[in-house]
């Protein structure tokens, strides 16, 4: 546990002092701030405020576009890096268990992540302390789903980003991943039988779209986002190990 | 070779191994996806961004095929004039309901969301399914009936004012009290029977140039259509439908249709110019306590041409109707009106009002224009043309008729009365809307306005200041500083 422990501050402090990080957390602020501002100067949401939640966090690029992107980014340096400039085989020796070792920079990466968002939730106090009258239920329930979307989306990176060196390939391989978990159900959506059926129960962006962002918290879709976190971080942990095996 | 074969049992150990996780997941999202495992919790302060308990109680009584489909298309311009709302915030409202009613349906009902962003071909597949035509929001359907909702059921609008550039705005609305009276109705199982009267020379409910078309709507608004003889054979019907009417009621049918009458049962008479007279008188004297009747003719009005008004044609004939001639006043026709529809009536005799008795109201649902005139027969058949013999103003084309108090079985007797028989046949795709309007009215099912709700609309009105300091926040504060702490870390690393 002490190694654990250990391991998860130690990669924290290093993506806290990363300026590779920060840049890209400068970068997802000014997307997400700009989007923040086209948003609330149209006419609809200056009608209605309680319709930026679901243009934020439902069906608005940043779930489409944004999301699927910036996660993969911030895992590559966690285990592509590693294995590229050779600290992977000294980790992998160290006395800690292989799953820690995978849990430790998930749990670092969603941390950090947390970040990425504590940005966005600054856009909604700054509006709020304008006189903006926000309905909390609708912010903070879909804030909840965009996290819960981030922390899978850490954990396909992480995925990606343990199967070579290459830094593009981990990166890009992770979010196309995730780009297909989220176009794909969208396709299907519509179709008739159990084709159809698979693709509703697994279409994020409806889940954050006509649940989270309207102030409802659904059990599967936490369910749904939790499950296939710790299906592609038990994969994860099942390529480290036949690393040892098949390196 | 050892060592090949060790690398291959332990590549198949781990894609063993990874097989097992991933059914492992299937299963526990199917498990979790199960209806009595899959709650919802409502985080608003209301307690109204879900379902009601009344809603999802109806929901749960429906059978296992149900289904629930709802088309988001902003299909009146006018609620999208001076940038307004009303499609976003209604359209918010009805995915969030829809996929609620999904949830705590307890899986016996299917939703699905069809909207401009959805595959054509899975959008078209969807309206030819259901059959669904513009305006209408929600189809739920179950058990081979099924009920429409439509947008102006959903929402109580205030339009937009040109004079002002005010846009159209959402005051009120009642997705979930609408969505539960539609589960409750279907759940009930209780599909009003339609007997339509095929004895006396008119057309059948199965021919498609007849009546075909009449049946198929009636069973879409969840009616049961059924084919009778006469009055007489209409003991267990809710509703009794004549288009035209070839010959007078035998002894038999007129002392059914009298008793009929007298029990305030519903019925909806449609007596074209053909109709026989006889029937006609018959029909008179069988409506004149209801205040109404028919008259003789075919109602005619001058075209509008650029060479001024045109008469002698046969379309002289055909009545276009717009929203300023139907009765502002009734729930027949109020909907019409504030869908600005349009109805054509080809070929139609004058309704009249009787002198009646105090018991029962009549109100014009559909007028002509005021210089229509009734076409009288000439010797040389119809004219299409105003002559001394005819008189010109303004004529009723449909009349209804109601108790002003419910009877003794707390029936409205209602009645409508419509002279023209050709628009619930060959003319029915003119003035679906009106037919469809009447059939609900006559079923005691017109519009209901109950509970109509507030959107909470939080409207934001910065002044210019305040907006300019969130848009330079959260553009150039919020990532600059955070650019220049990554800048900073750079700088310290450096040294």
């Known amino acids: 546990m002490r190694a654990f422990v250990a391991l998860w501050r130690r990669e924290v402090f290093s993506m806290m002092v990363s300026p590779f990080a920060f840049v890209l957390l400068g970068v997802w602020f000014l997307l997400n701030g700009m989007l923040f501002v086209v948003a609330l100067n149209t006419q609809q949401v200056m009608d209605d405020l309680r319709l930026l939640p679901p243009f934020l966090f439902g069906s608005g690029m940043l779930v489409w576009l944004l999301l699927p992107a910036f996660p993969p980014l911030l895992c590559i340096r966690l285990f592509a890096e590693e294995h590229r400039v050779g600290t992977l085989e000294p980790l992998l020796t160290a006395p800690i268990r292989d799953f820690a070792v995978v849990l430790a920079k998930y749990l670092a990466a969603c941390v950090f992540f947390l970040l990425f968002w504590g940005g966005v939730l600054l856009l909604f106090l700054l509006l709020h302390w304008h006189g903006g009258d926000l309905d909390w239920a609708r912010v903070l329930g879909g804030m909840t789903g965009a996290i819960l979307t981030s922390f899978l989306f850490l954990a396909t990176g992480l995925w990606a980003s343990s199967w070579s060196s290459n830094l593009v390939l981990g990166a890009g391989g992770g979010a196309a991943l995730n780009y297909l978990l989220l176009f794909v159900p969208a396709l299907f959506e519509l179709n008739e039988g159990a084709l159809g059926a698979v693709a509703r129960s697994m279409h994020l962006p409806n889940f954050l779209d006509r649940g989270f962002s309207a102030g409802l918290l659904d059990s599967y879709a936490l369910v749904y986002m939790l499950g296939l976190s710790a299906l592609f971080l038990f994969l994860t942990w099942m390529r480290l190990v036949s690393r040892r095996w098949v390196p | ?32 996806s199960r209806p009595g495992l899959r709650v919802r919790i409502d985080l608003s302060s209301t307690g109204t961004a879900g379902l009601s308990d009344r809603t999802v109680t109806a929901l749960n009584q429906l059978p296992e095929d149900s289904r629930l489909t709802a088309f988001l298309f902003p299909e009146d311009d006018s609620f999208r004039w001076f940038n307004s709302n009303v499609y976003p915030q209604a359209f918010d409202r009805i995915t969030s309901l829809m996929e609620d009613a999904r949830v705590q349906s307890g899986g016996k009902l299917q939703t699905l969301v069809v909207d401009i962003n959805s595959p054509m071909v899975a959008r078209e597949r969807e ?9 209408e929001a929600i189809i739920l359907e179950s058990g081979g009936h099924r009920r429409v909702i439509t947008f102006e059921d959903l929402f109580q609008i205030l339009r937009a004012n040109v004079n002002d550039n005010t846009p159209a705005r959402i005051q009120l609305e009642r997705v979930d009290a609408a969505l539960g009276d539609a589960a409750v109705a279907l759940a009930s199982g209780t599909t009003l029977k339609a007997g339509i009267v095929t004895g006396y020379g008119q057309a059948s409910p199965t021919d498609p140039n007849g009546l075909l078309g009449l049946s198929q709507l009636l069973v879409r608004d969840n009616w049961e259509p059924v084919e009778i003889e006469g009055p007489a054979d209409a003991d267990d019907c809710d509703l009794l439908i004549f288009v035209d009417q070839k010959q007078p009621f035998l002894p038999s049918d007129l002392s059914a249709m009298e008793t009929w009458l007298a029990e305030d049962k519903a019925v909806l008479v449609a007596l074209g110019p053909n109709a026989s007279p006889a029937a006609a008188q018959q029909w008179n004297q069988l409506l004149k306590d209801r205040g109404t009747g028919f008259e003789p003719g075919l109602l005619c009005e001058p075209i509008r041409s650029a060479n001024g008004m045109v008469e002698g044609r046969s379309d002289c004939a055909k009545l276009e109707l717009n929203s300023e001639r139907f009765s502002g006043q009734h729930p027949i026709t109020i909907p019409l009106i504030e869908d600005n529809r349009l109805l054509l009536v080809i070929g139609a005799r004058p309704v009249i009002f009787q002198s009646g008795t105090n018991d029962f109201t009549q109100e014009r649902l559909l007028r002509t224009d005021p210089l229509a005139w009734a076409d009288s027969q000439d010797p040389n058949g119809l004219v299409f043309s105003y002559d001394k013999n005819e008189e010109r103003g303004i004529r009723s084309i449909a009349v209804a008729s109601e108790r002003w108090a419910p009877g003794e079985e707390g029936r409205m007797g209602r009645i409508v009365a419509l002279g023209s028989s050709a628009s619930l046949g060959p003319g029915l795709d003119f003035n679906r809307d009106f037919i469809t309007s009447s059939l609900q009215w006559l079923g005691g099912d017109e519009r209901q306005a109950s509970g109509l709700i507030g959107l909470g609309e939080r409207p934001f009105r910065p002044d210019r200041a305040s907006l300019a300091r969130i848009n330079n926040m959260s553009v150039y504060g919020i990532p600059g500083v955070t650019l220049l702490i990554g800048l900073w870390i750079f700088w310290r690393r450096k040294r």
């Open chain 2, 1 to 32: 070779m050892g060592a090949m074969s060790r690398r291959l049992r332990l590549g198949l150990l781990t894609m063993f191994a990874a097989a097992c996780a991933i059914t492992f997941t299937v299963l526990l999202l199917y498990t979790f």
């Open chain 2, 127 to 135: 309206i030819n399914r259901s059959a669904r035509k513009p305006g």
